[in-house]
């Protein structure tokens, strides 16, 4: 597509429930980011997927999150017994793929805003 | 990790007036980014700018990555360049590590 698509927009969801949330990459974008937007905490990184490897998943919050991505396009985040402090806008981004010295920018989604209940 | 610090936290802006946004951080990076977070919550790349300098129409920025600093020049502003302005690196860890750090933002308030 023209940009990064995620859906649902928008997600109230009650505490202790389980979420997933969508994103549709650039086509061609190899790489694909999740980040999460909040008041306290600002823009933080969740995980990184680069092709066939196996992603960066260093800035998951704990092991309620999980992240896969299928035929190295779409993504699904999943958040596990949602919790209140999980309530954030989360937001993908996709790239061309780099290494080291030949980066790329990122295109960023419009996000889903999750509020747990 | 990686600190990033960006000033002035707040700017209010009369149309049509330049300003300068400023950028440092602690660390070596391979990656720099500047971004535009519009009213409506759109993040939108301005620049992939690790060094040297880059213009874009009113928008230029230029990044000194030897002193660690990076610097986003507003000419002409406009009010639809309201909203918050993100610097994001990437640290050089040599561990293959691809995660941006973003610093705090600028939010800047442009009046007609």
């Known amino acids: 597509g023209a940009g990064v698509s995620q859906s649902p927009s928008n997600k109230v969801t009650e505490k202790g429930k389980d979420v997933e949330l969508r994103c549709d990459p650039i086509?061609?974008?190899?790489?694909l980011y999740w980040y999460r937007q909040s008041l306290g905490q600002g823009l933080e990184f969740l995980i990184y997927?680069?092709?066939?490897?196996?992603?960066?998943k260093s800035g998951l919050p704990s092991d309620r999150f999980s992240a896969e991505r299928t035929g190295g396009s779409v993504s699904t985040l999943t958040i596990q017994r949602t919790q209140q402090e999980d309530s954030a806008v989360y937001l993908c981004?996709?790239?061309?793929?780099?290494?080291?010295?030949?980066?790329?920018?990122?295109?960023f989604g419009s996000g889903t805003r999750l509020t747990v209940v | 990790g990686i600190q990033v610090e960006q000033s002035p936290p707040d700017l209010i802006l009369q149309e049509g007036a330049n300003s300068t946004l400023r950028c440092n951080f602690s660390?070596?990076?391979?990656?720099l980014q500047w971004f535009h977070q519009n009213p409506w919550g759109q993040l939108i790349n301005l620049f992939y700018?690790?060094?040297g300098t880059k213009q874009n129409g009113r928008l230029s920025a230029t990044t000194v990555a030897t002193e660690r600093y990076s610097l986003l020049y507003i000419s002409s502003s406009q009010t639809t360049d309201s909203g918050v302005y993100f610097c994001?690196?990437?640290?050089?860890?040599?561990?293959?590590?691809?995660?941006?750090?973003f610093g705090k933002g600028t939010k800047l308030s442009v009046i007609p």
């Open positions: 994001a690196v990437d640290p050089y860890s040599g561990a293959g590590s691809y995660q941006l750090t």
């Open positions: 997927f680069q092709g066939n490897s196996a992603p960066d």
């Open positions: 981004a996709s790239s061309l793929s780099r290494d080291r010295g030949n980066g790329y920018g990122y295109t």
């Open positions: 660390d070596s990076v391979n990656n």
């Open positions: 086509s061609g974008h190899t790489a």
């Open positions: 700018i690790p060094s």
